[in-house]
């Protein structure tokens, strides 16, 4: 199956603005380039739902969360509950968002459709073995049930992962 066959068999959930689609696309981009697996609306054990996650070679997972606009930051008090489920974590903005109002005990990222540099380093809070073996468990799961659904779009797939 080609990309543009796969582009064309995972739509989009409908919850993005067309921004964060953006900003999520050249996220998933940069982090491809640097070698690690990701995974768009990650759910995690809490029941939150991580807009990237991504895995490295070496097992160490980052999570993302992007922001679309001012108002988007500003409504949203749930994002410091990812931490617990990752090594790094980094804000996504558009290039227009202004970079201050975002904690500066995150990571920060800009992105587009077709990109994204890292501004910032996050700084790195390892997780204990345990929680990253069953985020990353998690993860495989998530992406086999994708990768099933490609393959078989008229399965009836459980939500157990």
Sequence with gaps: MTALGLRAA???????????LAVQRGV????????????????????RRADVIALAPDGRLTIVEIKSCVADFRADRKW?????????????????????????????????????????????????????????LRFARAAAVQLHALADPDARLGEAY
């Design 80 to 136: 410091p509950d990812y931490r617990d489920f990752c090594d790094r974590f980094f804000f996504a903005v558009p290039h227009d968002l202004p970079a201050e109002i975002l904690p500066e005990t995150t990571g920060l990222i800009v992105a587009d459709a077709f990109g994204a540099a890292i501004l910032r380093e996050a700084p790195a809070h390892e997780l204990a073995a345990a929680r990253r073996k069953a985020v990353i």
């Design 28 to 47: 998933r981009r940069l982090f491809a380039q640097m070698g690690h697996a990701t995974l768009p609306e990650f759910t995690l054990a809490n029941g």
């Design 10 to 20: 995972l739509p989009a959930d409908g919850r993005q603005s067309p921004t964060a």
